[in-house]
């Protein structure tokens, strides 16, 4: 694959606008396209939409060369890289509707010999459902792999941590799932433009599945983290030294518990194994149950503390989903402040979250909960509750708690 191949990025996400910047940094000329008017305008100043360390610098830079720029409507291009939403719907199945809706809009350019490659996350079959689908719309391009007019089709999932992004692109090994293996090798020849990790190619549904179980391997094992802080609390015992001791064992080590699992990662993928082997994934279901039921027992414990208050004030330091990031998708945090405002009316909830500047709507509009500044919020408290370890709550100097209740789901005050 030339770097100087067209690439179309369909989603200028998390995702699809990092791998737009550092494809059009190494050479590719690259056109994002979004269906938000505003996202696309901002990409086209140079400004990025989100935080996200060393990713603005990259985009003002290869805007400002004419290597990236940003529309509403999909083009011809070289190779097409579909990096969309692919949520859950309340069966916890996937929703493949974005993945469906950007394979309708990439058809009708296509001209034969394009590789076509989907970056979101997805339930084994699914990059094979989008080539069904857009040789349905373009069986004039139905020629099998190395025939004219062929089209290639690829699943290469990304495996970043936000705050991140912009490092682990580049230097991360990269799963390269082929829905043929001629389609596997021009997907890793594009992907060897800029990544100087491995390069693993394999097939299309051992890509998908691979990225499932990774995420999944970690929420097993963070619900076993999450179980065990329920039974301490229950028991008297401190979950934090019991692990710390625990872990001096050679072959041991057990991760740290907090108030549930976040992110648009491990909290979902999981249940794309679930809704693809039901009767089979028996242990993958009940952590992810552990995990989700994590916000309940927080929920329960902070009403108990309040109860000792008449009009209590909780601070709630933190609703990112992980420490020092402004991303509240899937975040517990953010869903155990709505149910705290609901279960206790009479009480005021500040919020303290130095990575945003309003509270998502669905806070905003709830009337005993407002976004504070950390020493103000803690000099106002009853109860201060403890959701994510950002760096400025760990600077948090101890005497400010004296006489607060302290509910610290993360270990901070250890």
């Known amino acids: 694959m030339e770097s100087s191949s067209t690439v179309c990025v369909i989603g200028l996400g998390y995702i699809g606008l990092p791998s737009a910047a550092i494809l059009a940094a190494n050479g590719s000329r690259v056109i994002g396209v979004d269906v938000d008017a505003h996202r696309v305008a901002e990409i086209n100043a140079g400004r990025v939409p989100f935080v996200e360390p060393d990713l603005e610098s990259v ?3 290869v805007v400002a060369q004419g290597r990236l720029s940003a529309q509403l409507d999909v083009p011809a291009a070289d190779v097409f890289i579909v990096a969309v939403p692919t949520p859950f719907g309340h069966d916890r199945d996937v929703d493949p509707s974005f993945v469906r809706a950007a394979a309708a809009a990439i ?3 296509l001209r034969g010999d394009e590789l ?10 699914l990059t094979e459902e989008m080539a069904a689908f857009v040789l349905e719309q373009r069986p004039d391009l139905s020629g099998d792999g190395g025939m004219p007019n062929s089209l290639y089709f690829a699943h290469c999932p990304e495996r970043v941590l936000p705050g991140r992004i912009m490092t682990e692109i580049v230097d991360n090994d990269r799963i390269i799932g082929g829905v043929t293996p001629l389609a596997g090798e021009r997907a890793r020849a594009l992907y060897a433009t800029f990544c100087k990790g491995s390069l693993l190619v394999t097939d299309a549904r051992t890509s998908e599945m691979a990225k499932l179980a990774e995420n999944s391997f970690r929420d097993v094992n963070i619900a076993f983290a999450n179980e065990l802080s329920v039974i301490c609390d229950r028991l008297g015992i401190d979950v934090w030294e019991l692990i710390e001791l625990a872990n001096r064992h050679p072959r041991v080590n057990i991760l740290q518990p907090g108030p549930g699992v976040g992110g648009h990662c491990i909290a979902v993928d999981p249940w794309f194994i679930v ?7 028996r242990l993958i279901r009940l952590a992810r149950e552990v995990n989700d039921q994590k916000p309940d027992f927080v929920v ?3 009403v108990a503390e309040a109860s000792a208050f008449r009009a209590p004030r909780i601070v709630a330091l933190g609703i990112a989903f992980k420490a020092d990031i402004e991303d509240l998708r899937e975040s517990p945090s953010r869903a155990i402040v709505g149910r ?5 009316p009479e009480a005021r ?3 303290v979250e130095p990575h945003i500047e309003r509270l998502p709507s669905e806070l905003e509009s709830l009337a005993n909960v407002e976004l504070a500044e950390l020493n103000e919020a803690i000099a106002l408290a009853d109860v201060v509750l403890i959701l994510v370890d950002h760096q ?3 600077q948090l100097d101890p005497k400010a708690l004296t006489g607060k209740v302290v509910v610290d789901t993360k270990g901070l005050l250890r």
């Not at 076509?116 to 079959?125: N, W």
């Not at 705290?340 to 206790?344: M, N, R, V, W």
């Open 59 to 61: 985009v003002a830079g």
């Open 107 to 109: 058809a009708p350019v």
């Open 116 to 125: 076509i490659i989907l970056e979101s996350t997805s339930p084994p079959g």
């Open 275 to 281: 809704s693809a082997a039901p009767d089979e994934a």
């Open 300 to 302: 329960e414990k902070v």
């Open 340 to 344: 705290l405002a609901e279960k206790l």
């Open 349 to 351: 909830l500040l919020v």
């Open 392 to 394: 400025l709550f760990k």
